[in-house]
């Protein structure tokens, strides 16, 4: 029997509450489909740092890297400065664990209510794959004569060419294997399909504008693009996909781009699939450890009521499966998800779900 390892983060807020659920689908998926999963918590968070004064220990990332995988609930909250625990605990580990790919499967699924009117779970259903080292998020910059009317600021927009190239490679593989889903062709038209492509990568950047960095993007986007003829590629400016994606979703298979486009878009995107309580990521270093996790937040005003959403957390939970190659298990999970969705649940949000927050796992271990 295979044996993970894996790194519990349960975190702030309704966090505890949506990684409980998640480790109980796991647990179930493991029963059916022969392996064992081992947790290891750890209690950083905002309770941690307020009782210890701790945020990370230093040798965190070494003590991680020998795990399968990490599960995290939500960092954050309302009794802390807002920005300390982000930085602190979730951009270090992802910098620290070189977890350079943040992939967001944007996907909604049947009975979830989206705000586009006209859509349902056939036109919504693509991934991004947002950098997740560099662009502003390197934290270079400065400022001088800060508080003063003379105060100066800059933050800078950096990207080396390595980082460009592994993302984009983990883009362009990920369309390629897009091709064996249920829609093979998806955001296709009958001549691309004619012409031979079975794939469609979408780069998302601001190359009007922003020259240096997003045409250093597209060159290496291009270059790339000759090792996979079966990817038909597209460009499309960053203003121009919100636009899309509300107007026309299905258009959509792949979608790569930097660091802090990807984090807006993504807001976006998950707005589209039915929200916050059903979306998941994962922050992947496919050479080490990944870590996945719900979208959303820390939930303070649901603490403790059993009202908040597991879904998302349970989602990333299929995710690390996946990722660890327990592909039957996750997928059986995601098709019990899309049960629940289509089938019992009322809504998706917190409170409104006509089912407790552990009521919903449940019914996600019986639909397994
Ligand atoms: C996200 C979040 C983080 C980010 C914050 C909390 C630092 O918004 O995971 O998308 O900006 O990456
Ligand atoms: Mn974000």
């Given at each position: 029997m295979k044996n993970y390892n894996i790194a519990v983060i349960p975190g702030d807020g309704t966090g505890p509450e949506v990684i409980a659920e998640a480790v109980k689908v796991l647990d179930a998926a493991g029963r059916k489909f022969g392996f064992d999963l081992k947790y290891t918590k750890f209690p950083w968070g905002g309770d941690h740092y307020l009782a210890t004064g701790e945020i990370l220990p230093d040798d965190a990332a070494e003590t991680l890297k020998k795990f399968d995988a990490m599960l995290l609930g939500a960092i954050g909250g309302n009794?802390?400065?807002?920005?300390l625990l982000e930085k602190g605990i979730l951009l270090r580990l992802r910098f620290e664990l070189d977890q350079y790919i943040n992939l967001r499967p944007v996907k909604l699924y049947p009975g979830v209510e989206t705000p586009l009117a006209n859509k349902t779970s056939d036109s919504i259903d693509y991934v991004v794959v947002r950098e997740n080292s560099g662009g502003v998020y390197t934290g270079m910059g400065g400022s001088v004569a800060?508080?003063?009317?003379?105060e100066v600021a800059c933050q800078n927009w950096v990207y080396t060419r390595k980082q460009v190239d592994r993302c984009l490679k983990f883009a362009f593989e990920l369309a390629k294997k897009r091709h064996s889903a249920a829609d093979p062709w998806k955001g296709l038209s009958a001549e691309d399909k004619a012409a031979g492509y079975t794939a469609n990568l979408t780069l998302v950047g601001k190359?009007?504008?922003?020259?240096?960095v997003c045409g250093m993007w597209e060159r290496a986007f291009n270059e790339m693009a000759k090792a996979y003829p079966m990817v038909k590629i597209n460009y499309c400016h960053v203003d121009a996909t919100t636009m899309w994606m509300v107007k026309n979703p299905e258009w959509f298979d792949v979608i790569v781009t930097e660091n802090l486009m990807g984090d807006i878009i993504t807001d976006l995107a998950a707005m589209t699939a039915g929200g916050m309580g059903v979306s998941a990521g994962g922050n992947l270093n496919p050479e080490g450890i990944s870590m996945f996790e719900p979208i959303g937040g820390s939930a303070p005003k649901y603490t403790g009521l059993g009202v908040i959403n597991p879904l998302a957390a349970v989602g990333a939970a299929a995710m690390m499966l996946d990722y660890l190659g327990e592909h039957e298990a996750a997928a059986s999970i995601e098709k019990s998800i899309a049960f629940v969705t289509g089938n019992k649940l009322k809504s998706c949000a917190a409170g409104k779900m006509g089912y407790s927050t552990s009521q919903v796992g449940d019914l996600v271990v019986e639909n397994l």
């Open positions: 009794k802390v400065k807002p920005g800060q508080g003063t009317p003379d190359t009007n504008v922003l020259t240096y």
